[in-house]
C-alpha cells in the first residue's frame, strides 16, 4: 500500500475553495493515519474503556459523510451502513471486518458528499433537519461540521497510531 497525498489547502482561497480545500486536508489525513498498517493493526483499541480504534473511525466517517450530505443536505432516504441495529455499530469492529471493505464504503461516501455537495451553494438550507433537534443547517454550516469533525477524530487518530506503531506526525 503506498502512502496517501495530502494536498495543503490554500491560503488565499475564497470561502467555498477554503472550506472544500481543508474537508479534503481532514479526509486525507485520517487515510494517511491509516496506510500500512494491516487489518490487525487497524481493529486495535485506543485505550480502555475506548472503542475507538482506526478501523472504526473509518467506517464512523463513512457514516458521518452519509448522514450529513445524503441524509441532511439531500434529504435521501439512505439506511445506515453499520449503525442501524448498534447505534455505535461503527465503532464496534470484528475479526470479519476488513480495512478494504470499510476503506471502499468511505469513499464511495465521499464521492457522493461532493457531488451533492457541487450542487448546492454555501447559503442553501439542508433538505432535512435533524432528526433529533430539528434543526436546519446550510451547506456552509455542514462543512464546517465536517471540518471539525475530521480534525477531532483525526487527533484519536493521532494517538492510536502513535500506540501502534509509534509513528507520528501531522
Given at each position: 500500500m503506498?502512502?496517501?497525498e495530502?494536498?495543503?489547502?490554500?491560503?488565499?482561497?475564497?470561502?467555498?475553495?477554503?472550506?472544500?480545500?481543508?474537508?479534503e486536508?481532514?479526509?486525507?489525513?485520517?487515510e494517511m493515519?491509516c496506510?500500512?498498517?494491516?487489518d490487525?493493526?487497524?481493529?486495535?483499541?485506543?485505550?480502555?474503556?475506548?472503542?475507538i480504534?482506526?478501523?472504526?473511525?473509518v467506517?464512523?466517517?463513512?457514516e458521518?459523510?452519509?448522514?450529513?450530505?445524503?441524509?441532511?443536505?439531500a434529504?435521501?432516504?439512505v439506511?445506515w451502513?453499520?449503525?442501524?441495529?448498534?447505534?455505535?455499530?461503527?465503532?464496534h469492529?470484528?475479526?470479519?471486518?476488513?480495512y478494504a471493505?470499510a476503506?471502499a464504503t468511505?469513499?464511495?461516501?465521499?464521492v457522493?458528499?461532493?457531488e451533492?455537495?457541487?450542487a448546492h451553494?454555501?447559503?442553501?438550507?439542508?433538505?432535512?433537519?435533524?432528526?433529533?433537534?430539528?434543526?436546519?443547517?446550510?451547506?456552509?454550516?455542514?462543512?464546517?461540521?465536517m471540518?471539525e469533525?475530521?480534525?477531532?477524530h483525526n487527533?484519536?487518530?493521532?494517538?492510536?497510531?502513535?500506540?501502534?506503531?509509534g509513528?507520528?506526525?501531522?
Amino acid at each position: 500500500m503506498t502512502t496517501p497525498e495530502r494536498t495543503e489547502p490554500s491560503t488565499t482561497a475564497g470561502e467555498r475553495d477554503m472550506l472544500e480545500g481543508w474537508l479534503e486536508y481532514h479526509r486525507e489525513t485520517l487515510e494517511m493515519k491509516c496506510a500500512g498498517l494491516g487489518d490487525e493493526q487497524l481493529r486495535q483499541l485506543s485505550v480502555p474503556p475506548s472503542e475507538i480504534s482506526l478501523l472504526g473511525l473509518v467506517r464512523h466517517m463513512a457514516e458521518v459523510e452519509r448522514s450529513w450530505f445524503r441524509k441532511i443536505l439531500a434529504g435521501e432516504s439512505v439506511e445506515w451502513i453499520y449503525s442501524s441495529e448498534d447505534k455505535d455499530g461503527d465503532f464496534h469492529v470484528s475479526e470479519q471486518d476488513t480495512y478494504a471493505e470499510a476503506h471502499a464504503t468511505w469513499q464511495a461516501e465521499i464521492v457522493r458528499a461532493r457531488e451533492l455537495a457541487a450542487a448546492h451553494g454555501l447559503d442553501d438550507v439542508a433538505q432535512s433537519k435533524h432528526p433529533r433537534t430539528g434543526e436546519v443547517f446550510n451547506l456552509r454550516w455542514i462543512m464546517t461540521h465536517m471540518i471539525e469533525e475530521y480534525a477531532r477524530h483525526n487527533g484519536h487518530a493521532d494517538l492510536i497510531r502513535e500506540r501502534i506503531d509509534g509513528a507520528t506526525g501531522e
